[in-house]
């Protein structure tokens, strides 16, 4: 089989940073709140305001990330729409539940329909009416690395050229509490509990345009280190490069102690001694974050430079590849090599 | 024409029993699941439901596994699903090394948090582990009784999760990132999807009848199903025999609305379409096509339509077995296709119950029970927000 290369082509965010910009490069926004939502951009420049009333903010944000990568490609229609969100319309769905709690009689469908987690995915296909392949993840906080590894498999298989993955979560009070009972956000010391929007287009044609190569992703079980070196080991050489041209590794380290150890285990494992990035603290953590640490991975290598706040030790250097390590429940991992073009 | 993936494995739980051999007897008495609610707490008496006849205590036992407070009725009836699917194919715990996991759910562990919704302000750690229990967390639980996988992952795309799971893990196969991929989807009835259906008017106060002149609507069902795909490689090399092939598949979106099929059918058109290039088939090869038809005025409708508009004049055989089953949501993709893995084994045509009179425009279901030679089966899940999917299963008869 011959191997396309992937790129993305174009990456946008709405998060705790300025929306739909590479602002947070120089001027990031730093914040102690132990939740925090999400800088919402001014909607009207993409969508009309009577059809965005109908929406939730999930759906908004993603719509908005989206609509901006597709007017920067150009590319109208993608071959796929992929989708990786943990929990989906959770306003929606708690605002069903609340419903529900009174009375199960006399309800309003409006929150219910939009409550299943392919509402995103679907509502940016109906609203740029798009026929192609279109698939949800909802894998806990590998969800978006899944919807990446789809869209890699299917453009190895020759299936699709263009994808639009994304990675989508919202919050809310009631959940973040429930979060925070369960350790897994609001801990003292932790990156903010947050909301976040990331649409990129893999294309498996080159452009002027291009940020960096998808140079690899591999996913798995915790249990298997060996499998792991070796996945590693096989994306290096399939793009032609050894351990030392690693520039860094992206973790998803939160400040959260069980966390953090869980990717310094990964990293020994893997590259041991390779300097080390960070974005959590940047973006905020919610389980399709990893989409973030993609994000800010691709424009330090299509700007050639790491700013300081996503270096855990900063210095000056020209980043040529970065592996992005993810985790979930110290169970699972995902892999992904990106590199300059 | 695609290198050949073969199932190797089958376990199904629905309204109309648990595993294989019970769910071909009422496939074959024409005896639906079907009924009145007794384990879901809904004030819906009314609305019959495809309940799977077991409590969950009941479901732990025959896991021979310990309770657990944090079990979700979905993942128990993922676990007896799944270990019947393990247990066909002959995969053993220390071989699970290997093996991928790709489950699907939409509800996880909604059952659990609409019981605790009300004191989540005030509730402790446990049930607030047990309030975001989320789709991923659901997979872990249905896997952990069986070991550690390769890998886990899990589709959410509503009532074509199941089939969109399959899809996945079929392309994780062709792509060489696996040799044996187990996937399928479960769902339990929630009040909170039951009462979803029930607002927007979609669930009917009788036993569903798709595409009868006078269909009003779905009943809802629970149950799971998965199916072990694996490659010639593997089956050679394992020396099991397989059931039949996954000889194509496809997913389109419908991209019309939300919650309804557009008038035409094309998202459903492209799927079938895409499944039937991809096995290399034309319209005449499918002896057979087991329709999403939950039974709404507006599925059988769209459904239909998109069925005329690819096969013509001469359409085979079709029935919705959701009129034994209820609409099993997230697991209907995969209970169905065990329906129809067991069709191809058995040579027969499930029958559409409750069928009486010819829909306008609609297409004409099988309403007898009979025997017929099966060579391809197109299997249809479509879902809310037009994600829509189809598969065919091909049986090599020596």
Redesign the interface.
């Known amino acids: 089989?011959s191997q396309p290369k992937i790129y993305i082509q174009a990456a946008e965010q709405v998060s705790i940073q300025q929306p739909l910009s590479q602002q947070w490069m120089s001027e990031p926004i730093l914040t102690d709140q132990l939740l925090a939502t999400a800088t919402v951009p001014n909607y009207r420049d993409f969508i009309d305001p009577r059809e965005a009333r109908r929406m939730g903010g999930l759906i908004k944000r993603a719509l908005v990330t989206t609509l901006k990568v597709l007017r920067d490609t150009g590319v109208e229609h993608p071959d796929a729409?992929i989708t990786g969100t943990?929990?989906?319309s959770l306003d929606y769905?708690e605002r069903?539940?609340?419903a529900?709690?009174e009375s199960?009689?006399a309800?309003?469908?409006t929150y219910?329909?939009?409550?299943?987690?392919?509402?995103v995915?679907?509502?940016l296909?109906?609203h740029?009416?798009?026929?192609?392949?279109?698939?949800?993840?909802?894998?806990?906080?590998?969800?978006f690395d899944?919807a990446v590894?789809?869209a890699w498999?299917?453009m190895?298989?020759g299936?699709i050229r263009t994808a639009l993955v994304g990675g989508y979560e919202e919050m809310t009070q009631?959940?973040f509490?429930?979060?925070q009972?369960?350790g897994?956000v609001g801990q003292p010391g932790m990156a903010p509990c947050a909301e976040m929007s990331m649409s990129m287009m893999l294309n498996t044609q080159c452009s002027d345009n291009c940020l960096c190569q998808l140079a690899g992703v591999a996913?798995?079980?915790l249990?298997?280190r060996e499998?792991m070196r070796q996945q590693l080991a096989q994306m290096l050489n399939a793009a032609h490069l050894t351990a030392a041209d690693v520039s860094a590794v992206m973790t998803g380290k939160n400040g959260n102690p069980d966390n953090d150890a869980c990717y310094d285990g990964i990293v020994d494992d893997l590259l041991p001694g390779v300097p080390l990035l960070r974005y959590k603290h940047l973006f905020g953590e919610n389980?399709t974050a990893s989409a973030m640490g993609v994000y800010a991975a691709a424009h330090c290598l299509a700007q050639g430079m790491v700013p300081d706040c996503l270096q855990e030790q900063p210095r000056l250097f020209k980043p040529c590849a970065i592996l992005l390590v993810n985790q979930?429940?110290q169970?699972?991992y995902s892999l992904m090599l990106l590199t300059k073009i | 024409m695609i290198e050949p993936i073969y199932i190797t494995g089958a376990g199904v739980v629905s309204a109309i029993g648990v595993g294989k051999e019970q769910t071909l007897s009422a496939l074959n008495a024409g005896t639906t699941g079907i009924g009145t609610m007794a384990y879901l707490d809904s004030c819906h008496r009314d609305i019959p439901v495809g309940e799977v006849k077991l409590s969950n205590d009941e479901m732990v036992q025959m896991l021979g596994v310990d309770n657990d407070p944090l079990f979700t009725r979905t993942a128990l009836l993922g676990r007896l699903a799944l270990r019947e699917a393990l247990d066909q194919a002959g995969l053993t715990r220390d071989m699970l090394a290997d093996v991928h996991l790709v489950s699907s759910t939409t509800v996880g562990g909604m059952d659990r948090r609409e019981q605790n919704h009300a004191q989540e302000k005030t509730c402790d750690r446990l049930h607030a582990v047990m309030g975001t229990h989320s789709c991923g967390n659901s997979t872990q639980m249905i896997a952990a009784q069986f070991g550690q996988f390769a890998s886990l992952s899990t589709v959410s795309t509503a009532c074509s999760s199941a089939t969109n799971a399959v899809i996945t893990g079929a392309n994780m196969l062709r792509c060489g990132l696996a040799d044996i991929v187990v996937v399928g989807g479960s769902e339990s009835l929630s009040k909170f999807h039951l009462n979803g259906f029930n607002a927007l008017m979609i669930l009917d106060r009788q036993q569903c009848r798709p595409f009868d002149r006078d269909r009003a609507g779905l009943n809802l069902g629970e149950g799971a199903a998965y199916l072990v795909l694996e490659t010639a490689r593997s089956v050679k090399a394992r020396g099991v025999t397989p059931l039949c092939r996954l000889a194509g598949y496809g997913n389109a979106c419908d991209a019309f609305h939300q919650t309804a099929s557009s008038p035409d059918g094309e998202g459903a058109y492209r799927a079938m379409s895409e499944a039937l290039e991809m096995a290399g088939m034309k319209p005449a090869d499918i002896d057979y096509i087991n329709a999403h038809g939950t039974g709404t005025p507006n599925n059988d409708l769209s459904e239909s339509q998109a069925i005329k508009r690819l096969f013509g004049p001469e359409i085979p055989p079709v029935s919705s077995t959701k009129s034994f089953t209820g609409h099993t949501t997230s697991a209907s993709g995969t209970i169905e296709a065990v329906f129809c893995l067991l069709a191809l084994e058995h040579h027969f045509l499930p029958v559409n119950l409750n069928w009486q009179n010819a829909m306008e425009e609609g297409i004409v279901p099988v309403a007898e029970p009979r025997q017929a030679e099966l060579r391809n089966i197109l299997s249809n899940a479509f879902g809310f927000g037009g994600n829509d999917s189809s598969m065919i299963f091909t049986i090599d008869h020596a």
């Open positions: 089989m729409f943990s929990i989906g769905t069903f539940l609340d529900l709690d199960e009689e309800l309003s469908p219910f329909m939009q409550s299943p987690h392919n509402t995915g679907s509502a296909a109906i740029t009416r798009s026929h192609g392949y279109n698939t949800t993840y909802s894998h806990g906080a590998c969800s899944w590894m789809d498999i299917q190895q298989l299936k009631d959940y509490e429930l979060l009972k369960t897994y996913m798995g079980n249990a298997y499998r389980y979930m429940d169970q699972e």
